[in-house]
């Protein structure tokens, strides 16, 4: 039932494309595997067929900026909980770029200007998994939710930085993010 690919296919592109939200994990050498649910339309671009960049918002933590700079594999995985059943992997190696890095400045015209951005995480596609999705279930979208968005607004810069200090600078194993560190 499963198929791997090389690359993102144009079918794989416009599936990735209707998806509301996608799964990221990775893991360090010891401690925990962080999987993390990521969403909000336009943050997620396939810059080509083995390359996607994906924009990181601030969160309670920052796990996976940590992982990545200990270990930069990456698996991202959408399914269809509408239409027909699929299951699509994404298999790779990441970067994550912080406004100070040239890469974030070259690359947020691809996406919204969202309060509390993070970082830009670049992810080099090795390779693409399909499976059937059989047992995933239906669920219907009904919209996306405002509260990150609001409460980074009301926040403003220099107390979401505030944040970051606080919650975004380790990891919750104690792995460094280097958030604010060249």
């Known amino acids: ?3 791997f690919f090389t690359e993102i296919t144009p079918e794989l592109k416009t599936f990735i494309e209707a998806q509301h ?14 999987l993390s649910p990521k969403g909000l339309t336009n943050t997620f671009k ?19 900026a940590a992982h990545v700079l ?4 990456m698996t991202i ?3 269809s909980f509408e239409g027909k059943p699929l299951i699509l992997r994404l298999y790779g190696t990441a970067k ?5 890095d040239a890469a ?18 670049e992810m080099k596609i090795e390779s693409v998994q399909t499976s059937c999705g059989y047992a995933v279930p ?12 609001a409460w980074a607004e009301k926040q403003g810069k220099e107390r979401i930085e505030k944040y970051w200090k606080e919650k975004n600078t380790k990891s919750i194993d104690g792995l460094e993010t280097k958030i604010f560190e060249n």
């Open 21 to 34: 939200i996608f799964f990221v994990a990775t893991a360090a050498a010891d401690g925990r595997i962080n």
């Open 1 to 3: 039932m499963a198929n």
């Open 70 to 73: 200990l270990n930069d594999r």
């Open 138 to 149: 239906f669920m219907d979208f009904k919209e996306e939710r405002q509260q990150l968005n």
């Open 46 to 64: 396939i810059v080509d067929k083995n390359k996607v960049l994906w924009l990181n918002l601030t969160g309670s933590g920052n796990e996976t």
């Open 77 to 79: 995985m959408f399914c």
């Open 96 to 100: 994550v770029y912080h406004e100070r």
């Open 104 to 121: 974030f400045k070259n690359n947020t015209h691809l996406f919204p200007e969202i309060p509390g951005t993070r970082q830009i995480i």
